[in-house]
């Protein structure tokens, strides 16, 4: 089994060659960079959520429900409780696309504070300017609109491999754990009302104007008005669909948090928060103003762009798999020749 | 390629362990069908905050890398060059065909919409962002090379007129004269999708804790895997080894162990590097569950470093049990980033349920149990020193 000279030569070139075809990709992608970011799509549709004009009615919560189909939810250890009657949904899940939670803190006298208050926080999808659940989805099935960004999903392309549960940074699509045949439910800001020029369920309902649809650019504008307004002033509060005709609510100025949640977080999304609450105590996690999916999808490109890498590495392979089988088969002849 | 022979070990295929791991296979297929009628929910404690679960994790993402005893062999023996250690290749190859290959029925059992699956080859579906595409294409590709390079261990056992018959015998000189396509490949392939079985993680960003969560974590996932694949050779050998009086192989353990303790080195200077460069290094020691459990991992990938560096790597004792270390360390990295250094938030905790557990045991026991098979009915293991009856 001896290796003359010549041979382990021959074999640390190729070595060399093969280490180098991996190294270099691999140095390269240290100082890596993310994929450049996505920007706002032209006629983007979102919503503004503000939490100080919410009174926690829910009836955004029923109204979802009717639009999209979905069951109602009672948690196990609720059932007793209401006698199995109402929709008792605690947070968004497999049923429950839309759901106001409460925030409660000591003796929960006032309302949009943080120490011995209470607040209201909507959950639902953000439709990420950026969605990691479009990046990581191995078939297709989640899709961005290009003309309104709302993030769809296809079932029918769906393999269920909850990598989009996963990966999501504001935990929003849900699988149905409890179904034989489940599937992936989530927020499409009711895609199909939209498309019969209507607006989505939980805004239209909604009494105060606590949830506002619009398009992005014109909620951020209104957003950004209200920031500047002064906490108790009264402000008439548009309802329904900013710029609509509807009338709308008069009531006094929340007190804010200094950000704008939502313009931003994860590359940006189609929703805005305000609140008065810090964020962070709403579930509202504090996250970078790139997406993941940037990262992640910068390191892919990196490694594999235009499989140059990859396909270099196999020629390498190649060629010292096949030196390595001719001198088997060479000591192969030589063990045979003097039998 | 076979210029050592192998020989079947033979011996009765059924016996007491065969029967109890057979038991433990029972209970799984008893709870798979229940998965199916009544729904995931029904058999496991996965949640919306975990959808990812032991299923996925300890069978595929730490199954696999088990199943690099192939991948890691074949890159020594056949693109290195170094035919001493081609006893071990088959028997590895083995390793990695049922490794593999049961991952990829642990996936169809974990997918929430398996009846689906067939997307994933079609390309007006695939979304060539996603790593997990890549990974799953890769992984069913891979199982196909790995098939074909046991292939041969099939065509030696046949009659000669059989397959004189039915023109297999051609099938064998071609694919021996083209083995070193498939070789290549099979040694392509595990570099990509054990690098993207990092990257997978690089979308988690602030759910997973900075110690885990690097730009690096592809290089680290590949680097680990590699000398996971070793240390399962190490123990498949010593195991059989023990387990049917075969020959040692501990003197060319001794050997391999530089190969690996040079892994270990990289990957441990790479981890704590790259903390050290982000400034992290404090959460490491902060005495908390994350700072704790990569301490630990640290631990049980230093020991085996100590040992293999060491006079003890001749000691076949001393081999196994670093070999041991190792596995559970590169394991322990592995559950870590994708289950226990996750967090999802909204108060969402995760603990596999009982049901669930024994489908992932139920795997591993199916896989003991056809290695045992294999080895006892088809040539795998190197049988040079028993061919004399």
Redesign the interface.
């Known amino acids: 089994m001896a290796i003359n000279r010549r041979q382990f030569l021959r074999g640390a070139i190729g070595a060399v060659t093969t280490t180098a075809a991996v190294a270099a990709p691999v140095a390269g992608a240290a100082p890596f960079d993310r994929r450049e970011p996505k920007t706002l799509p032209p006629k983007a549709v979102g919503m503004l959520y503000d939490s100080t004009q919410c009174i926690g009615c829910k009836a955004c919560v029923a109204a979802c429900k009717e639009a999209n189909g979905m069951p109602v939810e009672q948690p196990q250890r609720l059932a007793n409780w209401n006698e199995g009657t109402w929709d008792t949904a605690e947070d968004i899940s497999g049923k429950t696309l839309n759901v106001i939670r409460v925030y409660q803190n000591g003796a929960m006298t006032r309302k949009d504070r943080e120490i011995d208050g209470y607040a209201f926080v909507k959950r639902h999808c953000l439709h990420c300017v950026d969605p990691s659940c479009i990046s990581v989805c191995p078939v297709s099935a989640m899709q961005k609109d290009p003309v309104t960004g709302i993030v769809t999903h296809n079932p029918d392309a769906c393999i269920g491999c909850r990598y989009c549960v996963y990966g999501c940074p504001f935990n929003v699509p849900q699988y149905q754990f409890d179904e034989p045949l489940g599937r992936i439910a989530k927020c499409q800001f009711c895609n199909h009302l939209q498309k019969q020029g209507k607006i989505p369920a939980c805004c239209d309902v909604c009494p105060t104007g606590a949830s506002l649809f619009g398009l992005v650019e014109d909620l951020q504008k209104e957003a950004d008005q209200r920031m500047t307004l002064k906490p108790g002033d009264l402000y008439e509060f548009p309802r329904g669909k900013l710029g609509g005709d509807r009338p709308g609510q008069v009531a006094p100025v929340g007190e804010y948090q200094p950000h704008i949640y939502g313009e931003t977080e994860s590359g940006g999304t189609q929703v805005r928060y305000l609140t008065g609450v810090p964020h962070e105590k709403l579930g509202l996690p504090k996250l970078p103003d790139h997406s993941f999916a940037a990262v992640s999808e910068g390191m892919q490109h990196t490694l594999y762009k235009g499989m140059i890498a990859p396909l270099a590495l196999l020629g390498g392979l190649v060629v010292l798999a096949r030196r390595s089988a001719k001198s088997d088969e060479k000591r192969e002849k030589d063990e045979e020749r003097p039998s | ?1 076979t ?1 050592i022979s192998h020989q079947p070990l033979g011996g009765k295929v059924v016996t007491k362990p065969f029967l109890i791991l057979g038991f433990f296979l029972l209970i799984a297929a008893y709870f798979i069908v229940r998965r ?7 058999v ?1 404690n ?4 975990y ?2 679960g032991t299923w996925v994790v300890l069978d595929v993402v730490i199954g696999t890398a088990f199943g690099c005893g192939g991948f890691a062999m074949a890159l020594l ?5 170094r ?2 250690y081609h006893p071990l290749m088959r028997p590895a190859l083995l390793g990695g065909v049922f490794g593999y290959t049961l991952a990829g029925l642990a996936v169809m059992i ?5 009846w ?2 067939f ?2 080859l ?1 390309p007006w ?3 060539p ?6 990974v ?1 294409l890769c992984v069913m590709a891979y199982i196909t090379v790995l098939w074909l390079e046991f292939w041969p261990a099939f065509l030696e056992r046949m009659p000669s007129e059989f397959k004189q018959r039915y023109g297999l015998n051609r099938l064998q000189a071609f694919l021996k004269r083209y ?3 498939l ?3 099979g ?2 392939l595990p ?2 999708h054990q ?1 993207s079985l990092g ?2 993680l ?6 997973l804790s900075p110690l885990w969560y690097t ?1 690096w974590l ?2 680290l996932y590949l680097i680990s895997a590699l000398a996971m694949g070793y240390g399962v050779v190490m123990l498949e050998a010593t195991l059989v080894n023990r387990a049917f009086k075969t020959p040692s192989e501990a003197t060319l353990f001794a050997r391999l162990a530089r190969v690996v303790a040079g892994l270990l080195t990289g990957y441990l200077l790479l981890r704590w590097g790259d903390l050290a460069y982000r400034s992290d290094l404090g959460l490491a020691f902060a005495g908390d569950w994350d700072g704790n459990l990569f301490l630990i991992e640290t631990a049980l990938f230093l020991a085996p470093l100590f040992v293999l560096v060491s006079h003890r790597r001749t000691s076949q004792r001393w081999q196994f049990l670093a070999a041991v270390s190792l596995l559970a360390g590169g394991s322990l990295y592995r559950l870590d980033s994708y289950l226990m250094a996750v967090r ?3 108060g ?1 905790t995760y603990f596999p349920s009982a049901p669930e557990l024994m489908i992932t045991i139920g795997v591993v026991c199916l896989e003991i149990m056809l290695y045992l098979l294999f080895i006892k009915t088809l040539p795998v293991l190197h049988g040079a020193h028993q061919a004399q009856p």
């Open positions: 390629m210029a199916f009628l009544f729904g995931m929910g029904d496991s996965m949640s919306n905050g959808p990812i023996v056949y693109i290195f060059n035919r001493v974990d997918l929430g919409r398996y689906n699956a997307n994933l079609l579906y695939a979304q962002n996603s790593v997990i595409l890549e799953g083995m070193y396509v070789v290549a490949v040694v392509l570099t990509m690098s990257s997978v690089l979308i988690m960003g602030s759910k730009i592809p290089l999802p938030g909204n969402w």
